[in-house]
C-alpha cells in the first residue's frame, strides 16, 4: 500500500493508521531527511527478523538506528552521557545524523544479541517524528540505500512502493528522498569520531 502524507503539515488520521500498522508487526518504508528508510516497532521480534531478511543480514550483524522523536528516549537505550555528549546533541538533533553509543541493557533484549552499540538518530522529519511520537517508543530503522548505492528507485516513493510492495505492509510517500545518507558519528570511546561522511555538518563548538 502507498499512501501520500505531506512532510509540513502530517494528517493525524494517516499517522494513526501507520502507526496500526507498526503495532501489528508490519513494516513500513518512510521518509526521512536523509534517504528513505526501512522500519519497524522496536518492541516486535518478528518484525526486526523480517527487516533482517529483506537486508539479508544476521540480526547480531546489523547496524540498525533507532528513530526517536527526541532526546527523551535515548537514556532508555544507551550508556548515560556527559553534559558536554549531551549538548553536541541537543545542537545537532533533529538532523541528519547518526550518533553511535554504548548500548545499555535493553538493546540486546530488542535484538537477540549482545548487541554493544546503538545508533540513535533524531531526523528532522516531520513524518517520521510523528508517527514515532504517536507509536511512543522509537523505530528500528535501516536504509533502503546501500552506502556505495546511488540509485533512482531509493528517491522516488512510486519506484520504492514497485520494489517493495510485496515485502512491505506500507511505503509512505513524503515527497522525493535524498541521496545523500546521514553523517555517522561515533560516541562511544568518548569523543566524537566521524565514521561516516553524510549529509550532516557536526558543530563541536558550543
Request: glycine share 6%; with cysteine; aromatic share 8%.
Amino acid at each position: 500500500m502507498l499512501i501520500k502524507i505531506y512532510p509540513e503539515n502530517p494528517n493525524p488520521k494517516v499517522i494513526e493508521q501507520v502507526v496500526e500498522v507498526l503495532r501489528k508487526g508490519g513494516l513500513i518504508i518512510y521518509p526521512t531527511d536523509t534517504v528513505y528508510g526501512l522500519g519497524c516497532d522496536i518492541t516486535n521480534h518478528k518484525a526486526i527478523e523480517a527487516i533482517c531478511r529483506i537486508r539479508n543480514i544476521k540480526p547480531e550483524k546489523a547496524n540498525f538506528s533507532f528513530i526517536c522523536y527526541d532526546l527523551s528516549h535515548i537514556s532508555d537505550y544507551i550508556k548515560p552521557i556527559d553534559n558536554a555528549t549531551f549538548r553536541v546533541l541537543k545542537k545537532a538533533l533533529p538532523g541528519p545524523f547518526t550518533f553511535i553509543f554504548n548500548a545499555n541493557h535493553n538493546v540486546p533484549k530488542l535484538l537477540s544479541s549482545n548487541k554493544k552499540t546503538v545508533g540513535i538518530r533524531v531526523p528532522d522529519n516531520n513524518i517520521a517524528r510523528e508517527i514515532v511520537k504517536v507509536l511512543g517508543n522509537p523505530i528500528l530503522s535501516t536504509s533502503i540505500k546501500d552506502d556505495d548505492e546511488i540509485v533512482e528507485y531509493s528517491t522516488d516513493p512510486e519506484l520504492i512502493h514497485e520494489k517493495y510492495e510485496d515485502l512491505v505492509d506500507l511505503v509512505i510517500d513524503g515527497g522525493y528522498g535524498d541521496n545523500v545518507a546521514s553523517t555517522v558519528v561515533d560516541c562511544t570511546g568518548g569523543e566524537f569520531e566521524i565514521v561516516r561522511e553524510g549529509k550532516g555538518e557536526l558543530d563541536l563548538y558550543l
